[in-house]
């Protein structure tokens, strides 16, 4: 199994920062990789797909980029309904492994 | 578009089985799979397995391959998850995602459930 590994686990920002979140796969994916959001007791929504497309709807300060096995999801600026958990998922090979999650907090 | 409708949480006592429902609405379900996702409490999201809409071919992950049946019913659009022998540890909530492919094998999950929440405790 492909082994998905995130960081960091959990961050503090303020509204209006610059975020980064890094995924890394335990073996080359290409740009097999997809970016979630799950805000508590909600199911996560897709937000990027093919490590750096844009899925409809969703606001352009989100942004993916990466292949091989190092991605990364930046926030450009940091809105209130952002503050949430963050998850990577691999979909080169089935089991179609998630990481750990990075949650996402108000500083 | 598209939508996915779960059935409601249910408490099992262990041993027993556990069979979630998944209503699609919204989209031609035959063009489809549908995937199955669990989230222990406090936990990541782990996959437990695909069923085609098409022709209700199976993957399962290997944690899950000895006690989880995937079915569909194409009458109704609907996908059923039975995990049998359950455990506490299986208590966790459960969704299923469509499956998309935006082409070259690239695959992604939307939408999802609201999620079951199944509870095992005796």
New interface residues.
């Given amino acids: 199994?492909i082994q998905m590994t995130q960081s960091p686990s959990s961050l503090s920002a303020s509204v209006g920062d610059r975020v980064t979140i890094t995924c890394r796969a335990s073996q080359t994916i290409s740009?097999?990789l997809?970016w979630?959001q799950q805000k508590p007791g909600k199911?996560?929504?897709?937000l990027i797909?093919?490590a750096s497309s844009l899925?409809s709807g969703v606001p352009s300060r989100f942004s993916g980029s990466g292949s091989g096995t190092y991605f990364t999801l930046t926030i450009s600026s940091l809105q209130p309904e952002d503050f949430a958990t963050y998850?990577c998922?691999q979909?080169d090979s089935?089991?179609?492994?998630?990481?750990?999650?990075t949650r996402v907090e108000i500083k | 578009q598209g939508q996915l409708v779960q059935s409601a949480a249910e408490v099992k006592k262990p041993g027993a089985s556990v069979k979630v429902s998944c209503k699609a609405s919204g989209y031609t379900f035959t063009s489809y799979g549908i995937n199955w996702v669990r989230q222990a409490p406090g936990q990541g999201l782990e996959w437990m397995g695909w069923i085609s809409g098409y022709n209700g071919h199976t993957k399962y992950g290997q944690q899950f391959q000895d006690r989880v049946t995937l079915t569909t019913d194409t009458s109704t659009a609907t996908v059923y998850m039975e995990l049998r022998s359950l455990r506490s540890d299986d208590t966790a909530v459960y969704y299923c995602a469509r499956d998309v492919d935006y082409g070259g094998n690239f695959y992604y999950f939307d939408p999802w459930g609201q999620g079951t929440l199944v509870t095992v405790s005796s």
């Fill in positions: 199994d740009t097999y997809n979630y199911a996560p929504n897709i797909y093919a899925q998850y998922q979909s089935d089991p179609r492994t998630f990481g750990g999650g």
